[in-house]
């Protein structure tokens, strides 16, 4: 079984910066799409980056020019650097990835969320 495993959140003060990193294990022919989301209290999940299979990358307006997206394609992972963070980015994160799996053909993964709150 294929899953997706997030590391990295943590409290950070207004300014700071995180680095949050996910690594996808199991039984994977390849990976597609990845990408961050996140989910504030109270509010819907919002796409935060994407990624490529080829490397081309996508962004919130709200994240753009401070967040930036990277994977490592050798160790099947997605890594979201976040700088000059703000109150407003305190959410779950959430690792989301397009998987092509031995078990399961090609689907859509979720991690378990990390926490990451921005506060002085």
């Known amino acids: 079984q294929a899953q997706l495993v997030e590391s990295g959140g943590g409290l950070v003060q207004p300014g700071g910066s995180l680095r949050l990193s996910c690594a996808a294990s199991?039984?994977?022919?390849?990976?597609?799409?990845m990408a961050w989301y996140r989910q504030a209290p109270g509010k819907q999940r919002e796409l935060v980056a994407l990624?490529?299979?080829?490397?081309?990358?996508n962004y919130a307006d709200s994240v753009k020019g401070r967040f930036a997206i990277s994977r490592d394609n050798a160790k099947n992972m997605v890594f979201l650097q976040m700088n000059s963070l703000k109150l407003e980015d305190t959410a779950v994160y959430y690792c989301?990835?397009?998987?092509?799996?031995?078990?399961?053909?090609?689907?859509?993964?979720w991690g378990q969320g990390t926490q990451v709150t921005v506060s002085s």
């Open positions: 199991g039984s994977i022919f390849s990976i597609n799409r």
């Open positions: 989301n990835a397009v998987l092509d799996t031995v078990a399961s053909g090609v689907s859509i993964y």
């Open positions: 990624i490529t299979s080829g490397g081309t990358t």
